[in-house]
């Protein structure tokens, strides 16, 4: 039972770094389950402290991913039609994900064109509206790099209690 779930914590390890960088997948959440698998066999034995600090910050990191795009858009000169734009495009590449005629770049892709789109129809110059949807890819590369921050540091750990 303890290399059953060895190689199954491994396995939620790789899928939590796979996760992180392809769309649609939910890095963290598989990062974390990594971690509490580990936690029932002999090769670690965390705290409660630590798995519970480790999940909320994998459930934060989680739902900062769907809002930092939005929250970019704005920083970077987006008005409410433009965050409009950026959330219906992150909507409309969750449904298309699978099968949308993107792919997994979609996600990439709609919410930028929303981004911009909704700011053109608000009556920006097509500059204004080009510096929001920038903020829209900034936000999904913010939020990329948070879950693959986080997939790393729990493979790290992961792999530091196997070693041990």
């Not at 779930?5 to 997948?25: E, F, Q, T, Y």
């Not at 699978?98 to 919410?111: A, D, M, R, S, Y």
Request: aromatic fraction near 10%; hydrophobic fraction near 55%.
């Amino acid at each position: 039972m303890n290399t059953t779930l060895i190689i199954l914590a491994i396995l939620l390890a790789l899928v939590g770094i796979a996760g992180s960088i392809i769309p649609g997948i939910a890095g963290p959440p598989f990062s974390w389950l990594a971690l509490l698998l580990l936690n029932f066999t002999t090769a670690a034995d965390y705290t409660p402290l630590f798995l519970i600090a480790t999940a909320a910050v994998a459930a934060v990191i989680t739902v900062l991913d769907y809002i930092v795009p939005s929250l970019s858009t704005k920083r970077h000169g987006g008005s409410k039609a433009g965050v409009w734009g950026c959330n219906i495009g992150l909507i409309v590449s969750i449904i298309g994900l699978p099968f949308g005629p993107t792919g997994i770049l979609g996600v990439i892709f709609w919410p930028f064109i929303g981004a911009f789109a909704g700011e053109l129809l608000s009556g920006k110059q097509s500059r204004d509206a080009l510096r929001a949807a920038w903020g829209a890819f900034l936000g999904f590369l913010t939020g990329t790099g948070l879950k693959l921050a986080y997939a790393i540091f729990a493979a790290i750990v992961l792999t530091r209690d196997l070693i041990n």
